[in-house]
């Protein structure tokens, strides 16, 4: 079965940095666009960071100049990079995933279980 196991968060002081990890494991033939979304308590999810198949990224204004996004291919995982992380940042991130799989047809989205961000002051 088809999964997206994150890793990589945890607590950090405001300024300093991050790097989140999402695997795609699983029967994968192939994976298109992948992104990372936030949620903070009492906000809505929002839109971090996308990446295409091609490497194309777009940023949400609020982490743009601070975070990266990339991927690995051949190990069907995407990155986050956070960089000079504030305290708004705080917030459980989910990855997404367009999957292609031999379970089924097409592409199917697939969301990570979420790890938590805390930035302190």
């Known amino acids: 079965q088809v999964q997206l196991v994150e890793s990589g968060g945890g607590l950090v002081q405001a300024g300093g940095s991050l790097t989140l990890s999402c695997a795609g494991t699983g029967s994968i033939f192939s994976i298109n666009a992948m992104g990372w979304y936030r949620q903070a308590p009492g906000k809505q999810r929002e839109l971090v960071a996308t990446i295409t198949s091609s490497d194309s990224t777009n940023y949400a204004d609020s982490v743009k100049g601070r975070f990266t996004i990339s991927r690995a291919n051949a190990k069907n995982t995407v990155y986050l990079q956070m960089n000079s992380l504030k305290p708004e940042d705080t917030a459980v991130y989910y990855c997404?995933?367009?999957?292609?799989?031999?379970?089924?047809?097409?592409?199917?989205?697939?969301w990570g279980q979420g790890t938590q961000v805390t930035v302190s002051s």
């Open positions: 997404n995933a367009a999957v292609a799989s031999g379970l089924y047809t097409g592409f199917r989205s697939y």
